[in-house]
């Protein structure tokens, strides 16, 4: 049987950084990139998202308009979704890694056109803010293993969850089963950090990931929150993952500026059967 190869980068996005400065791979949150010269059939991306097992895969195809550069797609192993901050950190890491330059744009269905560019302590992704209101206690709440002392959401299903300090963070042990029953909400547990300004867990069980790595669109809902509370616009994070991941947050008008660095764990090609 003949095979199609697709190229094919597995890259570690918001990594942690070493006493040297230097980015750690196996840290972060990993996607695979891969470079389309054409759309396959949705159920095939979905079957190659599936086999990478990443929390996301991007696939991107030449753009073709002054609008952006390439299209921008994200399916986790079990579905399409309408925002991924680190795949589309990934994605613009591997290409300007391999095209050179110090941008590049990208179109999507649902998130407008984001950008990579090149920043002077990493790459800086663009991402629209997203805003968060103060809501009521319901299920969510209690099924994170403690009590937040405030629930910031948004009716994209961007759930935030206050607590007083890291440790209680770090203490966290959700039921995830019943997280999950409640849909694909990103329930993002957030509280000031002891080396960095902020840090946070995130539980996305309804989407294909018990707990994420990084979550770039978590800290698109978290730089407008901490902003305000903080008062000033940018800010240190962490992801308190098993991988953990860190990120410089900055708010520009409506754009949450995520800076942080990536690594390329694995390059090749992917073989897909005819």
Not at 5 to 33: E, I, K, M, R
Not at 34 to 59: G, H, K, R, S, V
Not at 180 to 185: S, T, V
Not at 214 to 234: K, N
Request: charged content about 25%; proline content about 5%; some cysteine.
């Amino acid at each position: 049987m003949r095979a199609v190869t697709l190229d094919y980068w597995h890259v570690d996005a918001f990594t942690c950084t070493g006493n040297t400065g230097s980015p750690l791979p196996f840290t972060g949150n990993q996607a695979a990139v891969m470079p389309l010269d054409e759309w396959l059939p949705d159920a095939t991306l979905q079957a190659i998202a599936a086999e990478n097992n990443f929390a996301e895969t991007a696939f991107v195809t030449r753009d073709g308009t002054d609008a952006a550069d390439w299209k921008l797609r994200w399916f986790t192993p079990t579905e399409e979704v309408r925002l991924c901050g680190h795949a589309t950190m990934a994605s613009g890491y591997a290409l300007l890694t391999r095209d050179g330059g110090d941008k590049v744009r990208f179109s999507t269905r649902k998130a407008g056109v984001l950008e990579v560019r090149r920043g002077d302590t990493g790459y800086e992704l663009a991402l629209p803010a997203i805003p968060t209101v103060q809501g009521e206690w319901d299920e969510a709440a209690k099924l994170l293993g403690a009590t937040p002392q405030e629930i910031w959401r948004n009716a994209d299903g961007y759930d935030i969850f206050f607590f007083e300090n890291e440790a209680a963070v770090r203490a966290l042990d959700p039921d995830i089963r019943g997280l999950g029953l409640l849909g694909d909400n990103q329930f993002i547990c957030t509280a000031p950090g002891r080396d960095t300004d902020v840090v946070s867990r995130v539980f996305v069980p309804g989407g294909g990931a018990d707990e994420d790595s990084f979550t770039g669109s978590a800290h698109a809902t978290l730089t407008p929150f901490w902003a305000d509370r903080l008062g000033r616009a940018e800010f240190t994070a962490h992801q308190a993952s098993r991988r953990g991941g860190d990120a410089l947050c900055r708010l520009e008008e409506d754009r949450a500026v995520l800076t942080g660095s990536c690594v390329t764990v694995v390059e090749g090609q992917f073989r897909l059967p005819e």
